[in-house]
Structure formats: structure tokens, C-alpha cells
Nanobody, 128 residues
């Protein structure tokens, strides 16, 4: 099991930017594919972005393409989500998730139930 701690959330005006971090501990970070999800009040948790173990394979939900960038620093055991051009509808609790992936350095995962470990979440609020 890997422990995940998100940070970097906050209140920002529409059009602004935030950078979320997900610090991992407890296991070899480079063995994990990573993902970011979000959950708005009254809604299901939804996929935002995913990155493979190596960082070479990346996938985004359509609603964040061109605005958000996922990345990782395996040596620093941290995943990131750079969020630009934020909109009020991006308001949600953002979670990072990890999936142990021994067999493939390029695999990415887009479903909640494909992930093993989750952080506690960080609130992002975008005002109009």
C-alpha cells in the first residue's frame, strides 16, 4: 500500500491556475500508475487524468484537455496536476489515486475501481 497526500487546492477566480501535488510514501512510487479524479457535491467521482509509471503515456478527460496537465517526478515520489483556465464547473474535491502496475510501464487507468490507493482529497473552488 502506498500513502498519498494531496495539496495545492484553494480558492481561485475563473481563468486562474492551481497546481495540485500528490506526495507518495511507503512504496516504490515508480511501480504505480497514477490518476487524478474529482468529486463535486452531489455528483459521482469522475476521472480527470492518468499517467503511466514511466510518465510517457498520459490520458485526459475531454473536459480538461488543453487546460490541465498531469505529470510525475518518480525520484521525488510526487504526481502533479497543473490546472489552467479554471472554470466554476471545475469546483470539486480532487483526489489522486495509485495503482500498482508491475507488468507494464505504459498502462494507464481511467476507472475508479482500477485504483488501489487514494489520498484524502484537496478542495478546489473556482469563483465566477
Amino acid at each position: 500500500q502506498v500513502q498519498l497526500v494531496e495539496s495545492g487546492g484553494g480558492l481561485v477566480q475563473a481563468g486562474g491556475s492551481l497546481r495540485l501535488s500528490c506526495a507518495a510514501s511507503g512504496r516504490t512510487f515508480s511501480n504505480y500508475a497514477m490518476g487524478w479524479f474529482r468529486q463535486a457535491p452531489g455528483k459521482e467521482r469522475e476521472f480527470v487524468a492518468a499517467i503511466s509509471r514511466s510518465g510517457l503515456n498520459i490520458y485526459y478527460a475531454d473536459f480538461v484537455k488543453g487546460r490541465f496537465t498531469i505529470s510525475r517526478d518518480n525520484a521525488g515520489m510526487t504526481a502533479y496536476l497543473q490546472m489552467n483556465s479554471l472554470k466554476p464547473e471545475d469546483t470539486a474535491v480532487y483526489y489522486c489515486a495509485a495503482r500498482l502496475t508491475y507488468n507494464s510501464g505504459s498502462a494507464i487507468y481511467r476507472e475508479k475501481n482500477e485504483y488501489d490507493d487514494w489520498g484524502q482529497g484537496t478542495q478546489v473552488t473556482v469563483s465566477s
